[in-house]
């Protein structure tokens, strides 16, 4: 049987070492928004123009299916590109386990450790490395490939949508983010 | 009151474009490509050096981004001439676009 995945997206405060967020959510579709707290709906946390969304700490979990090796992970945005003055960012491409992003409580200051510009949609063949581990996210450990069958989870896949002054009032366009991975 | 310049790699022209550098509302610097108008922000307070670090870190993880739209040019240049392609649309009112259960 196939490996899937789920999304999840940690919130919150920060707790334990490395650190993680109190909350842990596992959504069918995220909104960049002025607010941290997973419940808050978007709509009454608006972006005003000219700043940015709190981040977004998304990562994969791998929760059923049987495989013996998972591996060549790719995330990027890959559909349907943002309108003038708003700019999506988010993290590097995994080259060591220190690459991996640490996660912050959330906030609407630009976060300077996602330095890769995801604001255009773009071949998931040039995404950005995803690695894998068997503890979570946050935790160290993770490789390009593991070679298990049990849960496994990304690094964080963290994106924070920064806006200019001209920014259009209104809801952005629904974007489409891929995580791409080979199993055997 | 002049334009402030810095010249800083685009994500999105994949070549070092000149940008217009000036403040958020929350005294962020934002970098707006003369190109494209993409704009990139670095935290308020940063220093000369911060600055050309993240700069520099920006240009390293952005360069070789292949866009979904440069892929589809490419294709479009390759093609002998635009053919119109007929969509074809199930006609779901008088049930002749829905399969029947097989068996």
Sequence with gaps: MAATFVWQLDTGNTTGSPAKGTTRTTPTDVNWKNSGVATDVY?????????????????????????????????????TSFAANLTLKGIIAMTADASRWLY???????????????????????????????????ATGKAANQNTGVDQ?????????????????????QVTLTLQYNEN | MDKI???????????????????????????TCEVCGRVLKFPAGVSRKEFDDLVAAHQEANQGQVTVESIEKTLAELADAPVKVKEEVPNFTDGSGIDEPVE
Excluded: R
Excluded at chain 1, 164 to 173: K, L, P, Q, R, S
Excluded at chain 2, 10 to 27: D, F, I, K, R, Y
């Design chain 2, 5 to 31: 310049i810095k010249t800083i790699f685009c994500a999105n022209e994949q070549v070092e474009t000149t940008h217009v550098l000036s403040a958020s509302p929350s005294g962020e610097v934002c970098a």
């Design chain 1, 43 to 79: 709509s009454s946390y608006p972006i005003t123009a000219g700043n940015n969304s709190f981040q977004l700490a998304l990562h994969g979990k791998f929760t059923t299916g049987t495989f013996n090796n998972i591996s060549a992970g790719l995330f990027a945005h890959t559909a």
């Design chain 1, 104 to 138: 912050v409580t959330p906030s609407a200051a630009a976060d300077t450790n996602l330095t890769v510009d995801m604001t255009t949609a773009i071949a998931i063949g040039s995404g950005v490395a995803v690695w894998f581990g068997p503890t979570g996210p946050e």
């Design chain 1, 153 to 173: 989870y990304t690094n964080f896949l963290t994106t924070q949508l920064q806006t200019a002054a001209g920014a259009a009032a209104g809801d952005t366009a």
